[in-house]
């Protein structure tokens, strides 16, 4: 199986930038697609982005397109999520995930295995 562990959460004001990473052991996170999710207090969580197994395809949420890249390093086991022009609504924690699949696909139920999420925190 695949261990997930996310690092690079913190505190950042309201336009400032923020670089995660989610290391993979266990397996090759080349064998998976890949993707971040989040969750803010009180709300469910939430697609934020997503790489195919290849890398050459991604897919984000409206909600961060234009401010946030997701990105593979397989020769690290490595994935990140560069964050740009945060706002305080990213606020969350973010949990990578790892699918069992090529496409980087949005779904929570299409993913099988989560690291136990870093927090970020964007003040105003």
């Known amino acids: 199986q695949v261990q997930l562990v996310e690092s690079g959460g913190g505190l950042v004001q309201a336009g400032g930038s923020l670089k995660l990473s989610c290391a993979a052991s266990g397996r090759t996170v080349s064998d998976y697609a890949m993707g971040w999710f989040r969750q803010a207090p009180g709300k469910e969580r939430e697609f934020v982005a997503a790489?195919?197994?290849?890398?050459?395809?991604?897919s984000y949420a409206d909600s961060v397109k234009g401010r946030f890249t997701i990105s593979r390093d397989n020769a690290k086991n490595t994935v990140y999520l560069q964050m740009n022009s945060l706002k305080p609504e990213d606020t969350a924690v973010y949990r990578c995930a790892a699918r069992r699949g090529a496409g980087p696909t949005s779904y929570v139920r299409e993913y099988n295995y989560w690291g136990q999420g870093t927090q970020v925190t964007v003040s105003s």
């Open positions: 790489i195919s197994r290849s890398g050459l395809t991604t």
